[in-house]
């Protein structure tokens, strides 16, 4: 079993649709949970950053961490055509341990 | 801030052939990461460095050495280069290993023919 699974679509919708973006794993020692976001030719870029369990939320994104089902997901509400980019989820199970990334989930959100 | 640069941005090298792969951070971070990104791969960690004159492998190392003499640069140095070498490089810096963003450079597109 993989550490981290991330489907790595690509995933179309439509302006103004939800989005929801997922990753499991199968290290339940995994304490910091990651989002990066990268366009097309470029770096990936650091999105939203979550520690344990719970929700976070920073304008239109969402992060949800479950740690009971090692499953963490991506929310965007009022998706935009500049949302459209590949997403990295990525976690570690602690500071001084090595960040583990998914392959990532091309999005594409159509005008 | 110009934060992580890479030159060069493009490069087509020859079976056999040799290159260094430059990288520097303006942040004053002590840890480096060299990765490589295939399509549909997501990144495989190269080589790191936890600050100047320390660095140790990653899970795909073989092909390439580093090293890292100043806090700033951290060049990636490929020998004999190979078609499987074909990828695209990024280099990122951090405050901490784990516990903080990594910051990613535009990347180096290498192909090896």
């Known amino acids: 079993q993989k550490e981290v699974e991330q489907d790595p679509g690509p995933l179309s919708v439509p302006e103004g649709a939800i989005v929801s973006l997922n990753c499991t794993y199968s290290?339940?020692?995994?304490?910091?949970f990651m989002w990066y976001r990268q366009y097309s030719r470029k770096g990936p870029e650091l999105l939203m950053y979550t520690y344990s369990s719970g929700n976070k939320e920073d304008g239109r994104f969402t992060a949800q961490v479950d740690k009971s089902s090692k499953y963490i997901s991506l929310f965007i509400r009022d998706s935009q055509p500049s949302d459209s980019a590949t997403y990295l989820c990525?976690?570690?199970?602690?500071?001084?341990?090595?960040?583990?990334f998914g392959k990532g989930t091309r999005l594409h959100i159509l005008p | 801030n110009a934060g992580v640069t890479q030159t060069p941005k493009f490069r087509i090298l020859k079976i056999g052939q040799s290159m260094t792969l430059q990288c520097t951070q303006d942040?004053?971070?002590?840890?480096m990461y060299w990765y490589r990104q295939d399509p549909g791969m997501g990144l495989k960690l190269i080589y790191y460095?936890?600050?100047?004159?320390?660095?140790d492998k990653g899970e795909v190392p073989n092909g390439y050495n580093v090293s890292r003499s100043t806090t700033e640069d951290f060049p990636l140095r490929l020998e004999l280069a190979a078609p499987s070498q074909t990828s695209v490089y990024f280099c990122a810096s951090s405050y901490s290993r784990g516990g903080s963003e990594q910051y990613f450079g535009p990347g180096t597109r290498l192909t090896v023919t």
């Open positions: 990525a976690m570690t199970k602690n500071r001084d341990d090595k960040i583990i």
């Open positions: 460095s936890v600050g100047a004159g320390i660095t």
């Open positions: 942040m004053n971070h002590n840890y």
């Open positions: 290290n339940s020692a995994f304490q910091y």
